[in-house]
């Protein structure tokens, strides 16, 4: 069964949530198609510099839309969508209308890990950047014992280039992202 793919300049990591402005046709008629028959579509990264003809990331996220506001008067579509699990594309087709549509394969879940005591300081800058408005308005339900979610929120919260937030959300370890997470950090602050 083929899935509609919606590439983004932001990653959105299962449980995340992000909210979108809809306004190209495709799309539009993306979010009706989903919300009619309640299926799910695919948010995946742009890459950076891409020279290929589909210049996103072959592993995204299947989001499910969680809320959506009134069409505007210049025909903007407001909507938040929340990730559901990591999946792969394949199989990749570009339909007449522009969209492109995947075949998806669930990637292997990761397993909860409580939150290690070594990564207390990455839990602080994540209750620091949740107070921003923007992020606040996404309501999103943080679980800080979970390192899995402490993790993928910084993944798409941090002002980190396509390639290392994608690497981030690729590695297969909560515990291995942390590190990184806290590696970037320090360098930052070094800088």
């Not at 950076?48 to 989001?63: C, D, I, L, P, Q």
């Not at 339909?95 to 669930?106: F, R, Y």
């Not at 981030?168 to 370890?173: T, V």
Request: proline share 3%; with cysteine; aromatic share 8%.
């Amino acid at each position: 069964m083929s899935v509609s793919v919606f590439p983004l300049n932001a990653i959105v990591c299962p449980k995340g949530r992000i909210a979108l402005r809809i306004f190209e046709p495709r799309y539009l008629d993306m979010v009706r198609n989903c919300l009619k028959h309640k299926e799910n579509f695919i948010i995946t990264l742009f890459m950076e510099n891409a020279k290929s003809e589909h210049s996103f990331y072959r592993v995204g996220t299947e989001v499910c839309i969680v809320d959506f506001g009134e069409m505007t008067q210049n025909g903007v579509l407001n909507i938040v969508v929340e990730g559901l699990e990591q999946v792969q594309l394949s199989n990749l087709t570009q339909q007449n209308d522009g969209l492109w549509v995947a075949d998806i394969q669930k990637s292997t879940a990761e397993q909860y890990l409580h939150m290690p005591d070594e990564f207390d300081d990455l839990c602080l800058v994540l209750k620091a950047l949740i107070k921003h408005p923007y992020v606040k308005e996404l309501d999103m339900d943080i679980d800080f014992d979970d390192a899995r979610q402490v993790g993928w929120r910084l993944t798409e919260l941090l002002p980190l280039g396509n390639e290392q937030k994608q690497y981030l959300y690729e590695l297969g370890s909560s515990e291995q992202r942390l590190s990184k997470i806290a590696d970037q950090l320090s360098s930052l602050v070094e800088q």
